[in-house]
């Protein structure tokens, strides 16, 4: 007796292969390859948060520092007692160290050799330069004994391509760091002179300044600090603290240069209502986003604005007006200040540790 014939659909007809979901194997349309890592990706973790510290780091980042300016030394005084032909030594020696710099660090990516290799990389490149640039004979036309736009153009240019795309380089904020100071800088001896520049947006530099373009200096040096602090605010909030230190960084500088510059226009009083007006928004910045040296300093910036208005009202001599009214003045900010922490619903400074009271026992909390 013969066998009907088999059903080849008993088990169900096949699935059509323009139909989503696709089944397996059948194919469909090809897949679209992943989209390429965003800017933030590609700048890694050093981006969005800071290094820790470690010991071999920190002090290879100091002896780079030391060698570096051993070897500035060295080319100077060699190109200083000699003809404008020995200035190629220092050009050459720095770009040597900035060879090495990049290679140490391209190779190394982290640890102590490689910070040492950031390190001079980034100052090795503006150094070769301005040795290789300088001229004595050019400062009697242009006031400046190297080409400023070549020293200062290239050196932010490479510090940017370096931050955004060099390996074992990208996202480092020393170079983000070098080229918002050398912006500033820039533009800030294109709009007046070396002397005026140095005398005021360096803590550390002691020599008289120009006084006819302080105003310009002091408008720039609002202008870019405010900028630069107003960036770094936008980068904390998008959770990229470790660009955002090399802002902030740059930032103080050219924010205490402007008011040190308008120091002498604003009298003591104009001085300090800036100085409070800083204080109060700069502090409240770091509070917020927990950048200690920010908030401590402005602060107490904060605190000296108070200082220098009170004293000018009332006299350096008059220590009873003085002194009541830095008390009264006190006491207002620290009733002020925790209303503000209430109002903005502050949590404790501190977590307690394992088996102590909890935080703000027997007393308000904040």
């Known amino acids: ?45 050093r981006s969005r948060r800071r290094p820790d510290l470690r010991i ?17 030394e060295l080319a100077g005084g060699y190109y200083a007692h000699g003809d404008n032909g020995r200035r190629f030594l220092g050009a050459i020696l720095f770009a040597a ?27 090795g490149v503006p150094l070769c330069l301005g ?3 300088i001229d004595p004979e050019s400062a009697l036309s242009t006031g400046y004994p190297f080409n400023v736009d070549l020293v200062f153009v290239l050196s932010i240019a490479v510090w940017l391509v370096t931050y955004f795309l060099v390996p074992g380089l990208r996202g480092r904020a020393l170079f983000l760091a070098a080229a918002a100071f050398g912006l500033f800088g ?29 105003s310009t200096i002091t408008a720039l040096g609002l202008t870019f600090g405010l900028a630069y602090y107003a960036i770094a605010a936008l980068l904390d ?9 090399a802002l902030v960084v740059a930032a103080f500088d050219a924010t205490v240069g402007g008011v040190l510059a ?18 109060l928004v700069l502090s409240a910045y770091g509070s917020r986003f927990g950048r200690r040296f920010t908030a401590w300093v402005w602060a107490f910036g904060f605190a000296l604005g108070c200082g220098l208005v009170i004293e000018d009202a009332y006299g350096s001599d008059s220590y009873v007006g003085n002194g009541i009214t830095l008390l009264v003045v006190g006491v207002v900010v620290v009733v002020g200040a925790n209303v503000l922490g209430r109002a903005f619903r502050e949590t404790p400074e501190i977590e307690p540790e394992p088996g102590e009271a ?9």
């Open 56 to 72: 071999n780091v920190t002090l290879s980042g100091t002896g780079a520092t030391l060698a570096l300016v051993g070897a500035f």
């Open 237 to 245: 909030a998008r959770g990229r603290s470790g660009a955002a230190v």
């Open 97 to 123: 160290v900035a060879a090495l710099g990049y290679s140490f660090a391209i190779v190394r990516r982290v640890g102590g050799l490689a910070t040492a290799g950031a390190v001079g990389a980034a100052f």
């Open 1 to 45: 007796m013969s066998q009907p014939p088999t059903d080849p659909y008993a088990a169900g007809y096949p699935q059509d292969p323009n139909q989503y979901p696709y089944p397996s194997g059948w194919g469909g349309p090809p897949t679209p390859p992943p989209a390429p890592p965003g800017l933030a990706v590609r700048l890694g973790a």
């Open 131 to 133: 040795f290789l640039t």
């Open 262 to 279: 308008g120091a002498s226009d604003m009298g003591q009083s104009g001085t300090g209502a800036l100085l409070i007006f800083l204080g």
């Open 358 to 366: 909890p935080i703000g026992a027997g007393s308000p909390a904040g």
């Open 186 to 214: 820039y533009v800030s001896l294109k709009a007046t002179d070396l002397r005026t520049v140095a005398s005021v947006t360096s803590p550390v530099f002691d020599g008289p300044g120009g006084q006819s373009d302080t």
